[in-house]
T-cell receptor, first 116, second 115 residues
Framework: DTGVSQDPRHKITKRGQNVTFRCDPI?????LYWYRQTLGQGPEFLTY????????KSRLLSDRFSAERPKGSFSTLEIQRTEQGDSAMYLC??????????????FGPGTRLTVT | AQTVTQSQPEMSVQEAETVTLSCTYD???????LFWYKQPPSRQMILVIR??????QNATENRFSVNFQKAAKSFSLKISDSQLGDAAMYFC????????????FGQGTRLTINP
């Protein structure tokens, strides 16, 4: 068990470019979450998958953001036409989820995005 | 909507002393979880302690304990015998027990340990 991994760890991009981040959850975890954390703030929820199904999306997730989790394994988060306000740390977390029970969310190291 | 408030942006404590971090929350739910997460500088977030709202007994994990006051919607974290490795951002978080799985975080408290 190597924990939740995220790639890349840092990304610098110019405004208007598209970026894609990858998250690899802990292998047996069926739930995967994306959060965004701006400097000095707590993480804010973006979206959540159970297996390959995207079950919840925050209103923060504008139409420039899209997330996928094909085959219920790794997930990608794409931001199109980036804006300076998208600069943040993007955190991925995973957990085991069984009917009637919920378990701890394990966080990855995050991808720090800087839009210039 | 649920909200979590941490009113102490920064706290400091002498090594080996005890410190308490405050958290209040607002919800209309009766069943939920509360958490304290630790985020060390440039390192990933880890769970410190968890409390189920239906449990009256306060959770403890070694040097970490909570004071859960359900009626007051208060959830404080006490760190005993503070160590240099406890220096980090601490986030209080809420999650509904059923339905939505998202964590709702407070703004965080930066804890400094003075040697």
């Amino acid at each position: 068990d190597t924990g939740v991994s995220q790639d890349p760890r840092h990304k610098i991009t110019k405004r208007g470019q598209n970026v894609t981040f990858r998250c690899d959850p802990i292998s047996e975890h069926n739930r995967l979450y994306w959060y965004r954390q701006t400097l000095g703030q707590g993480p804010e929820f973006l979206t959540y998958f159970q297996n390959e199904a995207q079950l919840e999306k925050s209103r923060l997730l504008s139409d420039r953001f899209s997330a996928e989790r094909p085959k219920g394994s790794f997930s990608t988060l794409e931001i199109q036409r980036t804006e300076q306000g998208d600069s943040a740390m993007y955190l991925c977390a995973s957990s085991l989820g069984l009917a009637g029970e919920s378990y701890e969310q394990y966080f990855g190291p995050g991808t720090r995005l800087t839009v210039t | 909507a649920q909200t979590v408030t941490q009113s102490q942006p920064e706290m400091s404590v002498q090594e080996a002393e005890t410190v308490t971090l405050s958290c209040t929350y607002d919800t209309s739910e009766s069943d939920y979880y509360l958490f304290w997460y630790k985020q060390p500088p440039s390192r990933q977030m880890i769970l410190v302690i968890r409390q189920e709202a239906y449990k009256q007994q306060n959770a403890t994990e070694n040097r970490f304990s909570v004071n859960f006051q359900k009626a007051a919607k208060s959830f404080s974290l006490k760190i005993s015998d503070s160590q240099l490795g406890d220096a980090a951002m601490y986030f209080c978080a809420y999650r509904r027990m059923a339905g939505a799985q998202k964590l709702v975080f407070g703004q965080g408290t930066r804890l400094t340990i003075n040697p």
